[in-house]
């Protein structure tokens, strides 16, 4: 029986090739070339940015979480400090009320009470680090006590002038606004201290 060789390529070497070429170091590769330095760098440095970016982010909301809270808890301290026993102001009157409170001690670090109540100086106050402005409409009194290391600051003439101007209005409608107005007075006393 006589056998017939199949046509095909002949490699110098004497070898007959029939499904592709041949690689130099004897494996074939009959779905194209593969470079030995070929390899994919650009996963990992993917990755490493995301995880970056989310770093990132989770920061920036934990940050924004802690300044809103931290100007919530301030807000709750200060409107604490108003003690409105006989609902005399209204709602904007209570909010200048408390903004002028959060603005004294976030500024200047002065702690003060603003109390509508029947007794409106209690023993507990004068051991208290803050400004007391006690209002009694019923027995139409007023009283502002200043702690002794802050009497310097505000003074005596300051706490006599906010006094007096709510003991003129007779507490006739309308001294509510004429109160809020000497906080802001004292308020713009202590800004001009510091100009």
């Given at each position: 029986m006589f056998f017939?060789?199949?046509?095909?390529?002949?490699?110098?070497?004497?070898?007959?090739?029939?499904?592709?070429?041949?690689?130099?170091?004897?494996?074939?590769?009959?779905?194209?070339?593969?470079?030995?330095?070929?390899?994919?760098?650009?996963?990992p440095s993917i990755t490493f940015l995301r995880l970056i970016l989310v770093l990132g982010l989770v920061s920036l909301v934990v940050w924004a979480f802690w300044i809103n809270s931290e100007r919530y808890v301030h807000r709750f301290n200060a409107g604490a400090r108003l003690v409105d026993e006989y609902g005399v102001f209204s709602k904007d009157e209570s909010e200048?009320?408390?903004r002028i409170i959060a603005g004294l001690e976030k500024?200047?670090?002065?702690k003060l009470q603003v109390r509508t109540a029947s007794k409106i100086f209690t023993t507990a106050d004068a051991m208290a680090a803050e400004i007391v402005f006690g209002i009694c409409p019923e027995?139409?009194?007023?009283?502002?006590?200043?702690?002794?290391?802050?009497?310097?600051a505000v003074g005596p003439d300051i706490a006599a002038q906010m006094r007096e101007q709510v003991i003129a209005t007779r507490f006739e409608p309308g001294w509510p606004q004429t109160a809020v107005r000497s906080l802001l007075f004292l308020e713009s006393h202590l800004k001009s201290l510091r100009s």
């Open positions: 017939r060789k199949l046509p095909g390529h002949h490699h110098p070497s004497g070898h007959h090739h029939l499904l592709g070429h041949h690689h130099p170091l004897g494996h074939p590769h009959p779905l194209g070339h593969h470079h030995p330095s070929e390899h994919h760098h650009s996963k200048a009320v408390v500024s200047y670090n002065i027995k139409q009194q007023v009283a502002i006590f200043v702690p002794p290391f802050l009497r310097g």
